[in-house]
């Protein structure tokens, strides 16, 4: 019991620092596989490639993951797998954000509900049980929503430096033409979004991106809640 009210007590500083701490962790552990699929999701792939690749003088695209790995370590070495870890492990504010929003909302809706419900020993009923599941779902998309857009910026600098240096690009006649995308660091890719492309250029798909991932938090603070309840 004191455990979970240890737990229970832990404050926004706390809060931030613990998701803060996993997310750097799993930065490290995880960057090249995202490196990867962020590389592959951008190949283009057409027909007749292969001629268009020889001709247009480009790298030859991934054929799968153990092609990726030894091709990015034979042609930018083994750190190139890292490329992008900087925003990523600014990233992990990311965690620290949601959490920080969730126990903040989490605390007005508990101050809310006791102010309609019995004091300390009361127990639910069915209904309310299922209104703070709701509650649980509302406030779990809300905070991913709003870690995701605040630190959205730092996941479109992310992808851009984890893109390969060369790409082909198809423009609207159907040519196909050599794009050249290579950052020096953050700060150089920074500038150059804002220099071409504005605030905005920062922001882009963000709508679609919290859209996919707020039913995601929500049901994961819903399981978290309801299995801390069980061992309240």
């Not at 290579?182 to 250029?201: L, N, P």
Request: hydrophobic share 40%; glycine share 10%.
């Amino acid at each position: 019991q004191n455990n979970n009210s240890a737990i229970n007590d832990l404050g926004p500083i706390e809060n931030f620092a613990a998701a803060c701490g996993s997310g750097a962790t799993m930065v490290l552990l995880t960057n090249p596989l995202w490196l990867i699929k962020t590389r592959m999701q951008l190949q283009l792939r057409l027909k007749g490639q292969e001629t268009a690749v020889a001709s247009a003088g480009v790298k030859p695209q991934y054929s799968g993951l153990v092609d990726a790995v030894k091709t990015i370590i034979r042609e930018e070495g083994p750190l190139a797998l890292y490329k992008g870890a900087t925003p990523a492990l600014m990233l992990t504010s990311h965690g620290g954000i949601k959490f920080v929003a969730y126990e903040f909302l989490k605390g007005h809706f508990g101050n809310y509900t006791n102010s309609i419900r019995g004091g300390a020993g009361y127990h639910r009923t069915v209904r309310e049980r299922v209104e703070d599941s709701l509650g649980y779902l509302t406030m779990g998309a809300l905070s991913k929503i709003i870690a995701s857009t605040c630190t959205y910026p730092l996941q479109v600098i992310k992808s851009r430096l984890q893109q390969r240096s060369e790409a082909l690009q198809v423009t609207d006649s159907g040519k196909i033409n050599v794009v050249k995308r290579e950052y020096s660091g953050v700060i150089d890719c920074s500038k150059r979004i804002w220099a071409r492309e504005g605030f905005g250029g920062f922001f882009k798909g963000c709508l679609p991106n919290a859209i996919r991932v707020a039913p995601n938090a929500a049901i994961t603070f819903v399981v978290y809640e309801s299995v801390m309840d069980l061992f309240s």
